[in-house]
C-alpha cells in the first residue's frame, strides 16, 4: 500500500517536473520605452500618427531584442526622467540627448541619430525685439535673455543639448516660462500665437510640424539658430542604469550601427525643408565615423 502511494507520488512529480523547469526559461523581464509626443520623431494624434522616426525605429529594436517583452508607456519629458532614475525600474528611452547629469543615472547607447540643433522660433511681427541680438541669422540667445525682459518659452527636464543647456544655466529662473504637461511645445506654441508669449525655444522639425498640424502658416514663423550652437546634436538610446538596463543597451549597441547608416537617415531627412534634404542626407553618411 505504502509502495503504492509512493509510486503515485513519483509519478505526479516526474509530470510535474518539465513544466517546473520550463517555466524561468519562458518568463522574461520586461522593458518599458518611455515616449512622449514628439513630433517628427514619435507622432500620437493626426493623419502622421504612428509615422514618427522613433514610431518606426522600436519596432524594428523590439523585433530584435526578443530575449525581452516591451512595453511602449507614454510620458511627459518630466515624468520620464523620473523614472530613469529609479534604479528599480527598467525603462529605455529611446530620443534622449547625452547631458553630464544624466549620465549619472542613465546608461547610454552609441550615438543613434544625428538630428538639428534647437534654436530661437517666434511670430515675424516680434522679429524686431531680437534684430539687436542677430549676428547673419544667430541668435545671442544669452545677450538677449538677460539684457531684455523677454521669456523664453522651454519645456521643463528638457534637454537641448549641452552647449544649449549651458547658457540657459547661466540665466535666472525668471527668464523662462516653462511647460510641464504633454504636448508642452504645442502649448507654447499656443500661447505664443495668443501673444501671451514671445520666444519659444524649439527644433524647427518639431514646429514645423505642430504649425501645420494647428492649421497655421509656416510663413508666419522666424527660425534662428544660436550662435555658438553645432548644427547638429546627437540621440541616443538611454536605459536605468541598472544590470538590466546596462544588459539591454550591450546588446542596442549592436543593433545600432546598421540602423543608423541605412534606415534612421531617411526617416528623419523626410521631415526636413525640402531645401535641407538631400544636404542632410549627405552629411549624416559622416556623421559616426569616429563612433
Known amino acids: 500500500m505504502c509502495a503504492a502511494r509512493c509510486l503515485r507520488h513519483l509519478v505526479l512529480l516526474c509530470g510535474l517536473l518539465p513544466a517546473l523547469m520550463l517555466q524561468p526559461a519562458s518568463a522574461k523581464e520586461r522593458i518599458f520605452w518611455l515616449v512622449r509626443d514628439l513630433p517628427p520623431f514619435t507622432i500620437f494624434e493626426g493623419p502622421e500618427k504612428g509615422q514618427g522616426v522613433i514610431d518606426q525605429l522600436l519596432p524594428l529594436l523590439i523585433r530584435q531584442m526578443p530575449e525581452y517583452d516591451h512595453s511602449i508607456v507614454r510620458v511627459n519629458r518630466a515624468r520620464g526622467i523620473q523614472m530613469l532614475q529609479d534604479p528599480k525600474s527598467f525603462t529605455c528611452d529611446p530620443t534622449l540627448l547625452w547631458t553630464p547629469d544624466r549620465a549619472e543615472y542613465v ?3 552609441v550615438p543613434s541619430l544625428g538630428v538639428l540643433s ?12 531680437v534684430a539687436p541680438y542677430l549676428d547673419g541669422q544667430e541668435i545671442d540667445l544669452h545677450g538677449l535673455l538677460s539684457k531684455t525682459p ?3 518659452g522651454v519645456v521643463a527636464e528638457r534637454s537641448y543639448g549641452t552647449q544649449i543647456d549651458a547658457i540657459l544655466r547661466q540665466l535666472p529662473d525668471t527668464a523662462f516660462s516653462r511647460h510641464y504637461g504633454n504636448d508642452a511645445t504645442a502649448n507654447l506654441l499656443q500661447m505664443q500665437q495668443l501673444g501671451r508669449l514671445r520666444m519659444v525655444l524649439g527644433y524647427w522639425p518639431e514646429v514645423r510640424y505642430l504649425v501645420e498640424l494647428q492649421a497655421g502658416a509656416l510663413a508666419d514663423y522666424k527660425f534662428h539658430p544660436v550662435k555658438g550652437v553645432n548644427r547638429y546634436q546627437f540621440l541616443h538610446v538611454g536605459c536605468s542604469n541598472s544590470e538590466l538596463g546596462r544588459e539591454a543597451i550591450a546588446h542596442i549597441d549592436q543593433l ?3 540602423l543608423r ?3 534612421l537617415p531617411g526617416l528623419y531627412a523626410r521631415w526636413l525643408d525640402p531645401a535641407l ?5 549627405e552629411e ?6 569616429d563612433h
Open 118 to 129: 534647437g534654436g530661437l522660433v517666434l511670430r515675424k511681427d516680434s522679429e524686431a525685439l
Open 107 to 109: 546608461r547610454f547607447s
Open 256 to 258: 545600432l550601427p546598421a
Open 261 to 263: 547608416r541605412d534606415v
Open 277 to 281: 534634404q538631400e544636404d542632410y542626407l
Open 284 to 289: 549624416s553618411k559622416r556623421f559616426f565615423e
Open 150 to 152: 523677454l521669456k523664453l
